[in-house]
């Protein structure tokens, strides 16, 4: 059994600043895994934010291109998402997910508002 565990979601003012980190844990090779950030605003559909692959090569939703940065630490089992210049349209639960052939997991969220 996989487990991930977001953490790092707040209320921040517009143009401000936050970073999501998630934690890995249980029965994986974490740098085998792709590691994606997935948000989910209400009555919106989930979308993929920012992927990461085990060599770090990395994809951005247009949305996020410029703005936030996605990262990895094999040796700490974690993935990060650094999202600068954030906007009210941000506001969502951010899901961290692993990703492997068919194995498929995600963690429980994290609430992300952008508020002024």
């Known amino acids: 059994q996989v487990q991930l565990v977001e953490s790092g979601g707040g209320l921040v003012q517009p143009g401000g600043s936050l970073r999501l980190s998630c934690a890995a844990s249980g029965r994986m090779i974490f740098s085998f895994y792709t590691m994606n950030w997935y948000r989910q605003a209400p009555e919106e559909q989930r979308e993929l934010v920012a992927g990461?692959?085990?060599?770090?090569?990395?994809n951005y939703a247009d949305s996020a291109k410029g703005r936030f940065t996605i990262s990895r630490d094999n040796a700490k089992n974690s993935v990060y998402l650094q999202m600068n210049s954030l906007k009210p349209e941000d506001t969502a639960v951010y899901y961290c997910n692993a990703r492997m052939g068919s194995l498929n997991y995600w963690g429980q969220g994290t609430q992300v508002t952008v508020s002024s």
């Open positions: 990461i692959g085990g060599a770090s090569s990395t």
